[in-house]
């Protein structure tokens, strides 16, 4: 791929990473999660559109199959960054009590389940280490650049064109 496509993948990369927060904080509010299903929607079609206007206004209307998946891949990698770091502000600072009350919700499930109170703890003391906003930024960094590969094949099969 060229610097110019490259650099297109970056700059739609932002874009991206922004709608990945906004739908993460609507994801954390159960009244509107609904919304957050109509965003991951919009974010394929809008992944979709953003391959397209690299292949026509970049690479003069022509994109190979490994060109286009490596876009994607470079889309989501830099959306996800973004919203990487968006995660990591909000859970730390804008709302540290959310990781909290995720893991309260854990503890009561547990109790309706009635599963034994040594299971608990482990899973408590698992939940303690693992859920912290840097883990989490994490997490979701590596998860959407895997769902940026998995996208990625389906729309560089749709888009390209030699």
């Not at 993948?9 to 709608?19: C, E």
């Not at 970049?58 to 891949?73: E, K």
């Not at 973004?82 to 009590?97: H, I, N, Q, S």
């Not at 650049?145 to 099969?157: E, N, S």
Request: with cysteine; aromatic share 14%; glycine share 6%.
């Amino acid at each position: 791929m060229t610097p110019e496509a490259n650099a297109h993948a970056m700059r739609s990369g932002l874009t991206l990473g922004a709608i990945f927060a906004v739908n993460y904080v609507l994801s954390t509010f159960p009244a509107v999660s609904f919304f957050s299903w109509v965003i991951e929607l919009f974010i394929l079609w809008l992944v979709y559109k953003m391959t397209v206007k690299c292949r026509d206004e970049v690479l003069g209307g022509v994109i190979s199959y490994g060109s286009a998946l490596w876009f994607n891949v470079q889309l989501f990698l830099y959306s996800a960054m973004v919203a990487g770091v968006f995660k990591y502000v909000y859970l730390k600072f804008l709302r540290p009590g959310y990781l909290d009350e995720m893991q309260q919700l854990v503890m009561r499930t547990f109790e309706q389940m009635h599963i034994d109170s040594s299971t608990q703890e482990q899973v408590i003391s698992t939940l303690d280490q693992t859920l912290t906003p840097e883990n989490i930024a994490l997490y979701s960094v590596m998860g959407d650049v895997m769902l940026g590969f998995l996208v990625g094949l389906v729309v560089a099969a749709i888009v390209r064109r030699d």
